[in-house]
């Protein structure tokens, strides 16, 4: 069996950002999408972006920064499409550490408490701070098939909410682990540092 791989959902159609949010700058002058995949690369090197067809300028840019990357065709369809094409191909997997595209904040000590986490033998981890939970998330691979049945835009919360007796939660300091970005100016927001 691999070891746990990270999977950077970076398929999102940015319908509330206005723009392609995931090529958006950040105010280093680093696009949203790279910073967070520079991030999971770092703590997690086995690291798969899931990107949407024709996003060439993208994939480039994701495999300069150390990612493997799969194009999920049906990747409209939702988030949940875009986190089974990386489970797919990635079956051999311990576990996956899911990160998403548009939240650049995360720092490296919130990835590695979930990432040490799944390989401390907990079957979901997932951050959380001032009492919330955050992202990312971690499964392990006990729920690969659950993971490649997904469909729609849900990805892995409905998994969590039926298995929440098996959640393990990893306290940071880390407002990072809230900060999705929806707008041009969250994008701004003080919390993001830039890139690695």
Not at 47 to 56: E, K, L
Not at 123 to 132: C, D, I, M, Q, V
Not at 133 to 160: E, N, Y
């Amino acid at each position: 069996m691999s070891p746990v791989t990270g999977l950077l959902l970076a398929a999102g159609m940015s319908r509330r950002f206005g723009s392609d949010k995931r090529r958006h700058s950040l105010p280093d002058g680093t696009p949203m999408a790279l910073a967070a995949a520079r991030r999971l690369h770092a703590a997690c090197p086995n690291s798969i972006a899931i990107i949407r067809p024709d996003d060439d300028q993208l994939a480039a840019q994701f495999r300069e920064a150390g990612l493997a990357v799969v194009v999920c065709p049906t990747a409209a369809g939702g988030m949940g499409h875009s986190l089974a094409a990386g489970v797919a191909a990635s079956q051999q997997a311990a576990g996956w550490l899911i990160a998403l595209a548009d939240m650049p904040a995360i720092t490296l000590d919130s990835y590695a408490a979930v990432l040490q986490a799944l390989q401390a033998g907990a079957p979901l981890a997932r951050t959380s701070h001032a009492g919330r939970p955050g992202h990312p998330v971690g499964f392990s691979a006990r729920f690969r098939s659950d993971l490649l049945a997904l469909q729609g835009d849900h990805g892995g919360k409905t998994i969590i909410e039926a298995q929440r007796a098996l959640l393990t939660l990893c306290p940071v300091d880390d407002p990072g682990v809230l900060l999705d970005i929806d707008s041009p100016l969250d994008a701004t927001h003080s919390l993001i540092k830039g890139s690695i």
